[in-house]
Nanobody, 120 residues
Framework: QVQLAESGGGLVQAGGTLTLSCVAS????????MGWYRQAPGKMRELVAT???????VYEDSVKGRFTISRDNAKNTMTLQMNSLKPEDTAVYYC??????????????WGQGTQVTVSS
């Protein structure tokens, strides 16, 4: 079993900073892409940022220049540094990883989510 665990969410004022962390554990051969997604009430889950094993990144337009995604392949960890937070960033943030669990299988895994609330 592979598990992803997020941490770092909380309540901050607009303009503030939070850093989210995700650690993957379990039966892992390797992890390809990882990413952060978020879901606000009544909205569909949306991409925030993704990062490949080699470090290539993709950001949703609204977070470009404010958020930075990174990973440590040796530790199977990923972070999302969120600067200049806005109320519209309020959502549950989820860690995602495409995990190779053996030579024949690669599967997506999701964390439980961590709440980020940005007040005005």
């Amino acid at each position: 079993q592979v598990q992803l665990a997020e941490s770092g969410g909380g309540l901050v004022q607009a303009g503030g900073t939070l850093t989210l962390s995700c650690v993957a554990s379990g039966s892992i051969v390797s992890i390809n892409a990882m990413g952060w997604y978020r879901q606000a009430p009544g909205k569909m889950r949306e991409l925030v940022a993704t990062i490949t094993r080699g470090g290539s990144t993709v950001y949703e337009d609204s977070v470009k220049g404010r958020f930075t995604i990174s990973r440590d392949n040796a530790k199977n960890t990923m972070t999302l540094q969120m600067n200049s937070l806005k109320p519209e960033d309020t959502a549950v943030y989820y860690c995602n990883a495409d995990v190779r669990i053996n030579l024949w299988q690669q599967r997506p895994y999701w964390g439980q989510g961590t709440q980020v609330t940005v007040s005005s």
